[in-house]
């Protein structure tokens, strides 16, 4: 069983910068690839990005490339999403999920994923 928590959102203006996390239990965090998922209001949730479970590599939706990073550190079962040049349609509750690298490999299918974080609001301002 892996439990995953999120911290790091909030409100921020247009332009902006946001630093997420995600720490997760257990002891074989490596094991594990990571995604990071967002729902805006009324929308369905939609993939974001994603990181091997090595963390050598990684995947991103198109709206968010180049502003947007993931990143993993093994040690701390912790990974990241640095958000850059924010938008107000970057406003959504992200939520971080995990799967076991044995099962499938680097996805964007939220179905494929076992494990959720309980999400937190990033609001962007205009």
């Known amino acids: 069983q892996v439990q995953l928590v999120e911290s790091g959102g909030g409100l921020v203006q247009a332009g902006g910068s946001l630093r997420l996390s995600c720490t997760a239990s257990?002891?074989?965090?490596?094991?594990?690839?990571m995604g990071w998922f967002r729902q805006p209001p009324g929308k369905e949730r939609e993939f974001v990005a994603a990181?091997?479970?090595?963390?050598?590599?990684?995947f991103y939706a198109d709206s968010v490339k180049g502003r947007f990073a993931i990143s993993k550190d093994n040690r701390k079962n912790t990974v990241y999403l640095q958000m850059n040049s924010l938008k107000p349609e970057d406003t959504a509750v992200y939520s971080c999920a995990a799967v076991w690298s044995g099962k499938v490999g680097l996805t964007t299918n939220p179905n494929l994923y076992n494990y959720w974080g309980q999400g937190t609001q990033v609001t962007v301002s205009s």
């Open positions: 257990g002891r074989t965090f490596s094991s594990y690839h």
């Open positions: 990181i091997s479970g090595s963390g050598g590599s990684t």
